[in-house]
Structure formats: structure tokens, C-alpha cells
């Protein structure tokens, strides 16, 4: 089994890392272990990973939010946690958590966790050959990634060929005319020339999709291409999310989930630009009306709504009060002192404008009264 372990305290890191390699029985490796939860995600895009063992409570984040995150990428990952605190079990098995380990950790429900973990792996292993219908998944908010059927990532021969994947992708509801597609991947080339181009990445992109099991993926009708595969995609999940009428927390933290980045952004596709502050922007007001009207918030969910909110639309003064009001609402002083900062940081020094008296005042206000 491959396993990454992520903890805030480096002294449990290393404790739960030499228990791991006394159980001989297993075939473990370590692939990482981290302090930080997100930089965990690097080694994620690149490595294999069965299991990950994660603290429950660390400062910068909460390990929920964080295993909500990892099986919304990697949907088969297991999740362990490891935590000093058991009031968060029920939420922990509701997201389908393997197992939940109270610290210290012993080593008879080590050993349970990874035989069960085991298990699940074996019996994976066991069905996968018949399991023909599963399809790819493309990632497209913020670095653009297409999992094949094994859920390993698919290498692209050139620029091109991945461009023409997703230009096809996000136009397959309609057959695409030959010169249309070499008017926007070849703008610049002269029309036999274009031509060649697009014969030759259509023929890099047949290949790579037949070696994924599509036995026909691109139709050519009349000079007309269309994309024929079935993929699952984020994109689409997040469209869905867009056009329900009422949200909860589960479809919030979805959404939060799914957004990693702008559409394509990495990419800079100009065909992909409207899209991109379309969804944008309906991200930025489905969360906005969130965390203004409905009652009774998660206290945690909403702080990261606002700072999804402030990440997506980094110089949105509405938005930098509506986060400084909430850590003063939680007594938050260290908190509200650093985004008081960031504030002053990014209006004052990146953009040259003051702070607006809202924020002044009620910065002020607070810090009179701790």
C-alpha cells in the first residue's frame, strides 16, 4: 500500500511513520508525510497514493474540509483519520472514511486499520478487470489534468493535441466544421499548412483515446469532427451545483471542492475566456448570497467560502469586509490582525488606493475593545 500521512505536529508524524514500518506483515511505503495539508496534493498529482492518514484538527485547516478535497480529486483514495478528538467520528464515517484512529494510536487498531484498508485494496484489485465502464475525468478548474480508466493521468505527446482534446470536449454537443477548428488552434498558419496540423494532432488524439478503450472517439461527418467518449468531468458536476435553486452545506462544500481555480486557466485558451468569467462570476454570487442569507452558518464552512471568495476575486473590498467582520464576530484577534494586514498589503502597496473607512472602522472598533 502506498501512504501519505498528514499532521500539523511533526512529532506525530514521525511516531505514526515508525509504527507503519514495524508492521511487517503489510507492504507499506511511505510515499510522504507532511505538516502542511496542501502540499501533500503535488505528490498526489503525481504518485499513486491507496491511504492517507490524516489529523482531524490542525491550525490552518480542518481535516474534513481537507479529505473532502482529496476524494473529490481521487475518489477512490481511502481516508484514515488520526485525531486526539472523537466527537468528529460520525462526521468522519459520513464521508466514508476507512477508519478513525484516536491519539495516541495503538498498535492493535494500527493493525486493524491497514487490514482493512488491505482488504479494500485486494477487493478493488479483484474487480477492476471487469469493471470496463468506468470512464475518464477530466479536471479543468486550475491545472488541467484527464485521469484515464485506471485513474492514472494521461500523457499528452504535444501542446496541441491537448488543446484539441479539450476544444472538442467542451464542444461535443456539436460537430465542429474542419476550418473552424484550424481558425482557432492555427490562427496564424496558412490554410494547407493548418490543415496538415490538424490531420496529424487528430491522428495523436485518436491514438491516445483508443489506447483508453474508445474504439471510434472522434466522428468525421462531412468535414464536420465530433468528439465521441464518454469522460465525466468537474465541469460538468460544477454546472450541475450551478443550477439548483437551493444549496446546504454539502452542495456548498462541493462547490468549494470543485473550484479549485478559473475554467482552463493554466491553459490560456482564448475560445475558453468567456466561459471562464461566466462560471466565475456565478461561482462568486452563488457564494456570496450563501454566506449573506442563509441562517445559522457552519462557522468553519463560511470562513472558507469567504476566503474562496477573496482567492477567486482577490481586490473585492466588499469582500475583504465581509472576512474581517467574520474573524471579529469570532474573536479571532491574531487572525483578524494578519487579514487586516493582507488588506492593507494588497490595496495600499499592490494597488495604491486606501483602505476603505468600513474596514478601517470596524478594525479599529475591535482592537480598542481586546
Request: proline content about 3%; glycine content about 2%.
Amino acid at each position: 500500500m502506498n501512504i501519505v500521512i498528514i499532521d500539523d505536529e511533526k512529532m506525530a508524524v514521525d511516531v505514526l511513520s515508525i509504527m507503519l514500518k514495524k508492521l511487517m506483515q503489510f507492504s507499506v511505503c511511505i510515499k510522504g508525510t507532511y505538516t502542511n495539508a496542501m502540499d501533500a496534493f503535488a505528490l498526489l498529482e503525481k504518485e499513486r497514493v491507496d491511504v492517507v492518514f490524516l489529523d482531524m484538527e490542525m491550525i490552518d485547516i480542518h481535516g474534513l474540509h481537507v479529505a473532502k478535497k482529496l476524494l473529490t480529486r481521487y475518489p477512490d483514495l481511502q481516508i484514515i483519520f488520526v485525531t486526539a478528538h472523537s466527537q468528529f467520528a460520525v462526521d468522519a464515517f459520513e464521508i466514508e472514511a476507512t477508519d478513525y484512529l484516536l491519539k495516541p494510536v495503538r498498535e492493535n487498531r494500527l493493525l486493524k486499520a491497514l487490514t482493512k484498508a488491505q482488504k479494500i485494496c485486494n477487493q478493488r484489485l479483484e474487480i477492476q478487470p471487469e469493471n470496463e465502464k468506468l470512464t475518464m475525468y477530466a479536471h479543468t478548474f486550475g491545472s488541467f489534468r484527464l485521469l484515464d480508466r485506471h485513474r492514472e493521468i494521461v500523457k499528452w505527446r504535444t501542446r496541441k493535441v491537448r488543446e484539441l482534446f479539450l476544444y472538442l470536449w467542451f464542444h461535443k454537443k456539436r460537430p465542429l466544421l474542419n476550418s473552424v477548428i484550424m481558425e482557432e488552434l492555427w490562427p496564424e498558419a496558412e490554410l494547407e499548412r493548418a490543415g496538415a496540423n490538424l490531420h496529424t494532432t487528430i491522428y495523436q488524439l485518436r491514438k491516445i483515446l483508443k489506447e483508453n478503450g474508445s474504439e471510434n472517439p472522434i466522428e468525421l461527418v462531412n468535414n464536420h469532427y465530433q468528439l465521441n467518449v464518454e469522460i465525466n468531468s468537474d465541469y460538468e458536476d460544477l454546472m450541475q451545483l450551478l443550477e439548483r435553486e437551493h444549496h446546504d452545506e454539502q452542495s456548498i462544500q462541493h462547490l468549494l471542492n470543485y473550484y479549485e481555480g478559473d475554467f482552463l486557466v493554466e491553459e490560456e485558451y482564448p475560445w475558453a475566456t468567456q466561459m471562464q468569467l461566466r462560471l466565475k462570476q456565478s461561482v462568486l454570487h452563488m457564494l456570496e448570497m450563501y454566506v449573506t442569507r442563509a441562517n445559522q452558518l457552519n462557522p468553519l464552512l463560511k470562513l472558507n467560502c469567504l476566503q474562496k471568495m477573496l482567492e477567486v476575486d482577490e481586490f473585492n473590498e466588499q469582500y475583504m469586509f465581509l472576512l474581517l467582520q467574520f474573524l471579529i464576530e469570532q474573536n479571532k484577534k491574531q487572525d483578524c490582525t494578519q487579514c487586516y494586514d493582507m488588506i492593507q498589503q494588497k490595496l495600499q502597496e499592490e494597488l495604491g488606493v486606501p483602505v476603505p473607512d468600513n474596514i478601517n472602522r470596524i478594525y479599529a472598533e475591535y482592537m480598542m475593545k481586546v
